[in-house]
């Protein structure tokens, strides 16, 4: 099931490329003119978007037909099938562009994800997501990124408590952040803050911080870390890694290892609509 959000999105993308009518269409064919095509794999990749992909045929043209030939979150390689469609070739061809452009994006950020957890196997690291999203398509970047075997961090500012440097700095200390956020957040929100020196470990615990954000350590800093926390707070890396690091920092013992960089500079992968 889409967020209702996407309804909206869909909407505003086809106003963007079919706002004014698929001229080329119109002057070739006539209404009632068949096709039907595949979506192809243009290289190896993880999908995601599909039922985003089929939101925008069915709304372009409730008649279309939609039949996925894999589901979100399958690995295929390239030349494989994606999807078969059919309908008026004005409906498909109009419904093209944007279809392609949400599942390449959605893709691409599923199969950066994969290559991560891939790169974590073994180690108890689960791989999470940021808010470093695309305006207005966080929702889907975040199910893009769980279709990919990683995890989602907060889908909002009301999520869940995390203070960050700009916090403390405002605040005044580690302490005074956390022992005001443990006094006034609602009891069901854990409480999270991002330390930067091993100093600020002993002074986050006797706050009563739940969860600890170690940022832009190395994974020496972080082992170090891990083994001073002993358990007393679910541990969370960030901060500049990459696939050359992260199965380092996932070595290093840390519960989640999030990663801006799965929504924020995933590229976008390369499928293709052949009629």
């Known amino acids: 099931m889409l967020p209702p959000s996407v309804d909206a999105l869909v909407a505003l993308a086809l106003e963007e ?6 001229v080329t269409s119109e002057v070739i064919f006539d209404e009632t003119a068949p ?52 309908g008026t070739a004005r409906a498909v061809l109009a419904s093209e562009r944007t279809a392609l452009n949400f599942v390449q994006r959605l893709s691409g950020i599923a199969t950066l994800t994969r290559r991560f957890v891939e790169l974590v196997a073994g180690t108890p690291a689960t791989i999470c997501d940021t808010r470093k999203t695309a305006p207005g398509w966080r929702a889907l970047d975040k199910l893009a990124v769980k279709a990919g075997g990683g995890a989602n961090h907060r889908a909002d500012l009301a999520s869940g408590v995390l203070i960050k440097d700009n916090h403390i700095a405002a605040c005044g200390s580690v302490r005074a952040a956390v022992e005001r956020a443990r006094a006034r957040a609602p009891h069901s929100l854990r409480v999270e803050v991002e330390v930067t020196r091993l100093d600020q470990i002993d002074e986050a615990l006797a706050a009563g911080a739940e969860v600890i954000l170690l940022d832009n ?17 679910v541990i969370e890396v960030s901060g500049g890694i990459n696939l050359d690091t992260v199965r380092a920092f996932a070595e290093a013992g840390p519960d989640r290892i999030s990663v801006g960089a799965l929504t924020h500079s995933a590229r976008a992968v390369d499928l293709s609509l052949e009629v």
């Open 35 to 86: 096709a039907t095509g595949r979506i192809i794999a243009k290289e190896p990749l993880v999908v995601a978007g599909l039922e985003v992909a089929r939101a925008v045929f069915l709304r372009v043209d409730p008649r279309s037909r939609f039949d996925a030939v894999v589901r979100d979150g399958q690995r295929v390689e390239k030349g494989e099938p994606v999807v078969h469609v059919s």
């Open 17 to 22: 490329d079919l706002g004014r009518g698929d």
């Open 217 to 233: 350590m190395t994974p020496a800093g972080v082992r170090e870390a891990v083994q001073a926390i002993a358990r007393r707070a």
